[in-house]
């Protein structure tokens, strides 16, 4: 599942002209490690329900890529 | 007279001895039609004109709480008018009879995309305004590509019936057959929205009976007649502005249209307004319509001007107002792209995001759009997600559905 949410971070951050990442870990924060601005996270709700069906931000805010994978695999 | 006057869907062929026949025989008019097929929609059109009886025209898919909701009981929906039975010698007495009726009227309703449906209520004279009635025509022969329920079916509808022309069902039909219907009856008059039109491209043919080609109901695209000169090269192009409000109001060669008659259109602050009296509805009393539609002017005396969009589709991206039309625009822009569809998703981190969908002739990537849209768009403008796909629905209007 990691992986898969990796690619799509790495999607959004290719979108916004920035270099995709080796690795991504679930301490990272989405905005100060991943850089993602309010934009970019709205981008990333649509990929993640695209491929996982789970709207990750519907019921609260998510701030790290493990908040984000606790609820994909729920 | 043994010409055929409709091809139907599924190929059968009435001839306009039938049709008159059908109609001496007519001891009832129907005061609602709610019809699937185009022949008895189009009968009951003729029959309601014929005997100056209003018809209520509704689609044929409204649903049963659709239509309690513009407050039309069972009971009206089946209510039919007893008439003296006419003794109709040909076509052309049918004809004349019709255009002397000026004060019949026909109740439809908007496509209803956002909403309860509006009903609108037109005079012949609103069919009839842009009516091309001569010998020049008596030849020609019609795809029909429009809803046969909505304005620009009527519209054409009569174009065709007037003339006594050859009516050819293309409406809701798949590529291959819609081509193969235009050589097999040698169509010569298309009428349509630059949607229905993508869905025949790519095609390697090329068809010559097609002389005449109106495109109307969204965004003119100069690229797209390139495309349709390709496959129709003997077709004169000609561009339309129409609203189920008033009808045709503006005509032009091509992207561009200017006001030919000022005393029944007029453009403030980028937006056309129409003279209410051209409207088929009640809207007070007010003198101009505000259609919404949003233009800009394309030379310096402002007299020319294009159609940009309407106002209540734009989309509003963190505070920025983006038009959907522009961004379609310019993703069609791109060679290899046959046609797009931008719409805004809500979302709950920022109110709402672009999204796109586009269908293209070569293989292409989500980066590849980006990139192309970069050199075109402002940031805010550019869809933050595109998929890449076969088929876009569309209205019941024929037009690209934004959902």
Redesign the interface.
């Known amino acids: 599942m990691l992986d898969t949410l990796k690619k799509i971070v790495n999607?959004v951050r290719?979108?916004k002209g920035i270099d995709p990442l080796d690795a991504i870990t679930p301490e990272n924060d989405l905005r100060t490690d991943l850089g993602f601005d309010?934009?970019d996270?709205?981008?990333l709700?649509?990929?993640i329900e695209?491929e996982t069906g789970v709207?990750v931000?519907?019921d609260s805010f998510v701030i790290t890529i493990g908040e984000i994978l606790a609820k994909i695999s729920k | 007279m043994n010409k055929v006057y409709l091809v139907s869907k599924d190929g059968k062929q009435i001839t306009y001895d039938q049709l008159l026949y059908d109609l001496n025989q007519c001891e009832f008019v129907s005061q609602v039609c709610y019809q699937k097929d185009t022949y008895s929609i189009f009968l009951e059109i003729i029959a309601s004109a014929l005997h100056g009886i209003t018809l209520t025209i509704l689609d044929a898919d409204f649903s049963s709480a659709e239509i309690e909701a513009l407050e039309i009981s069972e009971d009206t929906k089946s209510r039919k008018v007893k008439v003296q039975k006419l003794l109709l010698a040909c076509i052309d007495d049918l004809i004349a009879k019709i255009l002397s009726n000026q004060d019949w009227e026909l109740e439809l309703f908007t496509s209803g995309t956002t909403g309860v449906p509006k009903k609108a209520k037109h005079k012949l004279a609103t069919f009839t305004r842009y009516l091309r009635k001569s010998a020049k025509h008596s030849s020609d022969v019609w795809g029909f590509a429009y809803n046969p329920t909505h304005i620009a079916g009527i519209q054409v509808f009569f174009q065709a019936f007037l003339n006594a022309n050859t009516i050819v069902d293309i409406f809701g039909m798949n590529r291959e057959t819609i081509l193969s219907r235009i050589n097999e009856h040698g169509i010569t008059n298309l009428s349509a929205t630059p949607t229905y039109y993508r869905m025949l491209f790519p095609t390697n043919n090329v068809f010559l009976s097609i002389r005449r080609i109106t495109s109307g109901g969204e965004r003119f695209d100069p690229k797209l007649t390139a495309s349709l000169l390709r496959v129709f090269p003997n077709a004169k192009i000609s561009n339309v502005y129409a609203s189920t409000e008033a009808g045709t109001i503006l005509e032009s060669r091509g992207e561009y249209f200017s006001i030919s008659d000022a005393s029944y259109c007029k453009i403030e602050n980028n937006r056309l307004y129409i003279r209410a009296e051209l409207l088929g509805m009640e809207i007070g009393q007010i003198d101009w319509y505000d259609t919404g539609d949003l233009v800009e002017f394309v030379d310096n005396d402002q007299e020319e001007f294009r159609f940009v969009g309407r106002d209540n589709e734009m989309i509003n991206v963190?505070g920025y107002k983006a038009n959907p039309s522009e961004i379609e625009h310019a993703l069609c822009d791109h060679p290899d792209v046959l046609q797009a569809k931008v719409w805004g998703?809500t979302?709950?981190?920022?109110g709402t995001?672009l999204?796109a969908e586009v269908i293209c002739s070569n293989q292409l990537t989500?980066?590849q759009l980006?990139d192309h849209l970069k050199g075109l768009l402002q940031d805010f403008k550019i869809p933050?997600?595109i998929y890449i796909t076969n088929e876009i629905s569309t209205t019941r209007s024929g037009k690209i559905k934004r959902t």
């Open positions: 999607t290719e979108n309010s934009l996270l709205a981008e709700t649509v990929r695209k709207d931000f519907a | 963190g998703k979302n709950p981190v920022t995001i999204m989500e980066r980006r933050r997600v």
